[in-house]
Nanobody, 119 residues
């Protein structure tokens, strides 16, 4: 089993910044893709950004140039640096880890952290 702990959400004014973190813990696992999703009220969960173990990244068009995803493989941690935040970025943000448990592959979700962008 892998446990995920997210941190870093909160309330910020438009144009502000926040940094989200997500750390996986457990034994005998290797994390492949790490990603951040978000879900706004009344909307479907959407992929915000992803990063593979080699470091290549992908972003939703709506956040390109504003958000940066990064990871530390030794610490099993992924971050999402969010700059120039807009009210439409308001959502619950979830980290997602694609994990190899030694030949068995599973996806794990964080508990979610609220990001609110409002003046």
């Amino acid at each position: 089993q892998v446990q995920l702990v997210e941190s870093g959400g909160g309330l910020v004014q438009p144009g502000g910044s926040l940094r989200l973190a997500c750390q996986g813990s457990g034994r005998g696992f290797v994390i492949n893709t790490m990603a951040w999703y978000r879900q706004a009220p009344g909307k479907q969960r959407e992929l915000v950004a992803s990063i593979i173990s080699g470091g290549s990244t992908d972003y939703a068009d709506s956040v390109k140039g504003r958000f940066t995803i990064s990871r530390d493989n030794a610490k099993n941690t992924v971050w999402l640096q969010m700059n120039s935040l807009r009210p439409e970025d308001t959502a619950v943000y979830y980290c997602n880890l694609d994990v190899d448990l030694g030949g068995t592959y599973r996806r794990y979700w964080g508990q979610g952290t609220q990001v609110t962008v409002s003046s």
